[in-house]
T-cell receptor, first 114, second 114 residues
């Protein structure tokens, strides 16, 4: 498709388990972002990838969170030893490098930690 | 981190009415963005503002970048049922050294009664 895609769309897991969330950005977009949206809240920045540069990880809430981007395209956000407070919608966005503030979002992955 | 104060938190209006919502910050912003989020979807960019004092329209939507660079408003004229959703303001604060993260307001939930 032409837009940002994310999978799975929904994920239910048990506390303590690890989860992986996937993002496919728009083709040609060199910048990729992960945000977290808790119920009734705005979006919270997590991590940003731009080309081959070192990612900006300053928004990751703890060392249980990590992300990688292979081949400059697909990205995976991993949450280890999930906690109930990790329950949220995880949104991925991509943008052209020269228009980085104009970010296009995927539909999100709804994570529920029981 | 930086905070964007968005108001009102929610609005209930009749179809055909005009709507106004705003966003303020204690910090200067170089860009103001307005997004709309439909249920189960990621935010979609509505309007981008790049210059203080700028007034930009997109159909029935009009947004302005405040002269002080610390506020912005979004107006929707002649509302229709499909305007229902959550509206977010966002932007990269001028002092943001990471260069890429967006700060989001907490959103305005709009309900339009037919």
């Amino acid at each position: 498709g032409a837009g940002v895609s994310q999978s799975p769309s929904n994920k239910v897991t048990e506390k303590g388990k690890d989860v992986e969330l996937r993002c496919d950005p728009i083709s040609g977009h060199t910048a990729l972002y992960w945000y977290r949206q808790s119920l009734g809240q705005g979006l919270e920045f997590l991590i940003y990838f731009q080309g081959n540069s070192a990612p900006d990880k300053s928004g990751l809430p703890s060392d249980r969170f990590s992300a990688e981007r292979t081949g400059g395209s697909v990205s995976t956000l991993t949450i280890q030893r999930t906690q109930q407070e990790d329950s949220a919608v995880y949104l991925c966005a991509s943008s052209l490098a020269v228009l980085w503030e104009t970010q296009y979002f995927g539909p999100g992955t709804r994570l529920l930690v029981l | 981190g930086q905070q964007l104060n968005q108001s009102p938190q929610s609005m209930f209006i009749q179809e055909g009415e005009d709507v106004s919502m705003n966003c303020t910050s204690s910090s200067i912003f170089n860009t103001w963005l307005w997004y709309k989020q439909d249920p189960g979807e990621g935010p979609v960019l509505l309007i981008a503002l790049y210059k203080a004092g700028e007034l930009t329209s997109n159909g029935r939507l009009t947004a302005q970048f405040g002269i002080t660079r610390k506020d912005s408003f979004l107006n929707i004229s002649a509302s229709i049922p499909s305007d229902v959703g959550i509206y977010f303001c966002a932007g990269p604060p001028a002092k943001e050294t990471s260069g890429s993260r967006l700060t989001f307001g907490e959103g305005t939930q709009l309900t339009v009664n037919p």
